[in-house]
Structure formats: structure tokens, C-alpha cells
């Protein structure tokens, strides 16, 4: 992985509980597979650890690995670096998505409930206006019985689903993986993208990004929703069509909330910058700060399991690339 992220997902006591399990080399963190020290480390490796900007596992690497037989990825999604010759050689992936869903869900929370209460639309006019209108009841705002649509009941957005239970919202999901006894499961109704789109207050976006979700919310999405509704991304931002987007944001028929953009960073003359009914955080929803901790236990936790034989908690099949985020 990224040499300085090591020590900020394994703190001294992490490090070294997983050295009590493993015998690890450091010097390898560099993330470079070709050169010869890293190759003759790679033919005794049995369990690679991995992370944000490690290079990718292809044939080549694998052939001079041929005893690995686990590779535990202390961040979210493999996609980056995990090819399918990793799964054809019956080597077992485990991944800290989970661990790095929570973080995402809890931003998601924070923001539905905001937008709920249109804090972001209030704040401009505050900051124009200096006064408000002290004591009066401001209509059109709240948060009991507030519509929200999840897109996507990936790790994220099923983990969003536990954190909205306490909350007096309707909270539906649109996932064309899922069944409705499955929907059922999680405790929500299961709706068509179009219906829940046109149904919601508040849509949030939580599906992966594949070829088929490229612009899953264009011009014509944006078009079903309710007029003052609200679109969250944290998911990708090739998810949501930008230049849609922004005309909708113009006509003042939606608001956004955007973690992610497309590209990213936005450039600086995106007029997403400007927009008063656009709020942009700088792709922070994901593990940042002490959070990045938390993967750290979840590998250590994975390879605990493993070296006693049992199987890991997070393991990562192939097919659940393009069904998970």
C-alpha cells in the first residue's frame, strides 16, 4: 500500500498484535512488484496485505507468488487491483469494506437529516440576510415522515438502512439484485428506480460503478423527482450525469449533496462550485482521520480467523464486484 498509510491503519498496538501472528516485511509497502527483493519476498508469501495504491495482481505477479493464498485488503473496494486470475487460482480476498462502509453511512445520515431540514438552502440565506425570522414555524421542512429512496443496497446502503431505522423517515430501495423477500429482510419496501425516484424527498446513491450505472441518474431521472428534492452521491461520481445535473440544479427543480464528483477533483470552473443548491465535500465520507484505524482491526481480525482455520467474515467473491460498494 501507500507507504505513509501504514502506520495510520496499523497504530503501534494493531502493528503489533498482527506481528504476533505474521512475520511482516515493511520494506515491501512500496507497493512495487517487479523489482527483485520484492519478487524473492513474493515467493514466500502466503498472505498479502494490501491497500489503498497497491499495483495490480496480475498473472505475471501471481506466477512469482505461488504461495499465496490470501490476500486481506485494508481498504473498500478490490476492483483497482484484484484481477480475475486472483479467483482462478483459488486465492481467498478479504476486504475492510465493511469496516469503511460505516463512515460513509454515518455522512449519509447526517446529511439526509440536514437536508431534511434544509439547513444548507437556510445557511445561504442567513449568511445573505444577517436576520431571520425568529420564532416563526418555517413551512415545507422536517423530518417526520420524510421520503427517502437508497439506490443501491450495497455495504453502504445497507448499512445506512440499520442507521435510518430510529428516525421517523419512509425509507424505500431501488437494487436490481434484490428480491423482495430480500428487501423484506432489511425491513424495506423494494420499488422500481423510477418509482422510487419520483417518490422520495431525499434520493440517495449508493450502487457500485459499473458500465451499466454510468449516468444511472441522467436528465430523465433527475426529471422524476419531486420539484425541491434532494440527490446525495457518495457512491461515484460517473453515477449521476453532471451536465443533467447541473441544468436541474439552475432550474432550481433539485438540490445536491456531492461527496463524489465527475471528475475529481471538479475542475475549478465547474459551476458546481458556485451553485447555492449545491453542497460539495471533498470526497471525505469514506475513512479518513482516526476512522482509517478501524481497517486496520478489521485485516488483523481477518487474518486471526484465517490462522485458525476459519473462514474470513469479509471475503469478497467475484461476482460481488458488480453487485456491492
Not at 299 to 318: I, M, Q
Amino acid at each position: 500500500m501507500t507507504p505513509g498509510n501504514v502506520t495510520r491503519i496499523f497504530p503501534p498496538d494493531t502493528l503489533a498484535r498482527l506481528r504476533e501472528l505474521l512475520d511482516i516485511d515493511l520494506s515491501s509497502v512500496a507497493g512495487d512488484f517487479t523489482g527483485p527483493r520484492a519478487r524473492a519476498r513474493l515467493a514466500e508469501t502466503e498472505i498479502l496485505i494490501t491497500g489503498w495504491g497497491c499495483p495490480v495482481l496480475d498473472a505475471d505477479t501471481l506466477d512469482a507468488a505461488p504461495k499465496l493464498r490470501a490476500v486481506l485488503h485494508a481498504a473498500g473496494s478490490v476492483k483497482s487491483f484484484a484481477t480475475p486470475e486472483v479467483w482462478e487460482r483459488g486465492i481467498v480476498v478479504s476486504s475492510a469494506a465493511a469496516a469503511n462502509a460505516l463512515p460513509v453511512a454515518e455522512y449519509t445520515l447526517a446529511m439526509i437529516l440536514l437536508a431534511g431540514k434544509d439547513v444548507f438552502a437556510h445557511r445561504e440565506r442567513l449568511r445573505a440576510e444577517r436576520a431571520f425570522p425568529y420564532g416563526e414555524i418555517l413551512p415545507g421542512i422536517g423530518n417526520f415522515g420524510r421520503r427517502v429512496g437508497i439506490v443501491g443496497a450495497s455495504r453502504i446502503g445497507r448499512r445506512l438502512i440499520e442507521l435510518l431505522r430510529p428516525f421517523d423517515l419512509s425509507v424505500s430501495l431501488s437494487d436490481p439484485y434484490v428480491d423482495e423477500a430480500g428487501a423484506a429482510a432489511l425491513g424495506v419496501p423494494l420499488l422500481p428506480l423510477d418509482e422510487l425516484l419520483a417518490g422520495s424527498d431525499i434520493v440517495t446513491v449508493h450502487a457500485p460503478q459499473t458500465p451499466k450505472t454510468w449516468h444511472l441518474i441522467g436528465r430523465r431521472e433527475l426529471a422524476l423527482m419531486p420539484a425541491g428534492s434532494v440527490l446525495i452521491n457518495t457512491a461515484r461520481g460517473s453515477l449521476v450525469d453532471h451536465g443533467a445535473l447541473i441544468e436541474a440544479l439552475r432550474a432550481e427543480h433539485v438540490s445536491a449533496i456531492l461527496d463524489v464528483t465527475d471528475p475529481e477533483p471538479l475542475p475549478a470552473d465547474s459551476p458546481l462550485h458556485d451553485l447555492p443548491n449545491a453542497f460539495i465535500t471533498p470526497h471525505l465520507a469514506g475513512s479518513q482521520g482516526n476512522e482509517v484505524a478501524r481497517l486496520g482491526l478489521t485485516v488483523l481480525e481477518e487474518a486471526e480467523r484465517l490462522l485458525s482455520g476459519k473462514a474470513p467474515e469479509f471475503r469478497v467473491d467475484r461476482e460481488d464486484l458488480d453487485r456491492t460498494a
